[in-house]
């Protein structure tokens, strides 16, 4: 089925720096979201940026949404050891939601 | 602090055997999605209800799986039968949606089963 990429896959960074993960998409959307994975848990919603926005914020978390180019990035700002999760990215294309396969983000101390 | 619940939490079978899960959504939340995650295929969606009514199944193998909302606060899905292919994780999420299509404007997602067939 039809999956919204992200990228990279894996990232490991030191505690403190910053985060930046990137998804793609493949038609028009309404609007994009972005998830936390802890393992073995469910998903918790992070931040919902709408087809008509290009950047919102939350707390230490960053999302821009380009339309031209169908990507969006999340910024973590002085990232923290609880970070440590996998982020996934959901569109609404075509009346469907697609989720990406993730990327998996490792803070070392 | 509501939350989407799920039973079991886990669960262990034999090939050939009948399972079923169960999630009760956010009272209120009008739509509710069954997803399956593994490794291989990250989290695809299985089906999708919207008012009780199932709008999308279309993620579903229709020969042995089925999804059904005997009433607003619980969602079922079974397989029958089971194979070991259908090892993986199963979400429920629930969220609120007054347009159109699947799209929410958050899903809130349930702790999960983890189905093993052996």
């Known amino acids: 089925s039809q999956q919204g990429e992200e990228d990279p896959q894996a990232l490991s960074i030191q505690e403190g720096e910053n985060a930046t993960m990137n998804c793609s998409y493949k038609?028009?959307?309404?609007?994009l979201q972005w998830y936390r994975q802890n393992s073995g848990r469910g998903l918790v919603h992070l931040i919902l940026?709408?087809?008509?926005?290009r950047e919102k914020h939350s707390g230490r978390l960053r999302v821009t949404l380009d339309t031209s180019k169908k990507s969006s990035s999340l910024l973590i700002t002085a990232s923290r050891a609880a970070d440590t999760a996998s982020y996934f990215c959901a569109t609404d294309e075509d009346d469907k939601i697609i989720f990406g396969k993730g990327t998996r983000l490792h803070i070392l101390p | 602090d509501a939350r989407v619940t799920q039973t079991p939490r886990d669960k262990v079978t034999e090939m050939g055997q009948e399972v079923t899960m169960r999630c009760q959504p956010i009272?209120?939340?009008?739509?509710v999605f069954w997803y399956r995650q593994t490794m291989m295929q990250g989290l695809e969606l299985l089906a999708y209800?919207?008012?009780?009514?199932?709008?999308?199944d279309s993620g579903m193998p229709k020969d042995r799986f089925s999804a059904e909302m005997p009433d607003a606060t619980l969602a079922t899905l079974k397989i029958q039968p089971s194979e070991p292919r259908d090892s993986a994780v199963y979400f429920c999420?629930?969220?609120?949606?007054?347009?159109?299509?699947?799209?929410?404007?958050?899903?809130?997602f349930g702790p999960g089963t983890r189905l093993t067939v052996l």
């Open positions: 009272l209120g939340h009008n739509t």
């Open positions: 038609t028009s959307i309404n609007n």
């Open positions: 999420a629930s969220g609120s949606s007054f347009t159109a299509g699947a799209g929410t404007d958050t899903q809130y």
């Open positions: 209800f919207r008012n009780r009514a199932p709008l999308d």
């Open positions: 940026i709408r087809s008509n926005e």
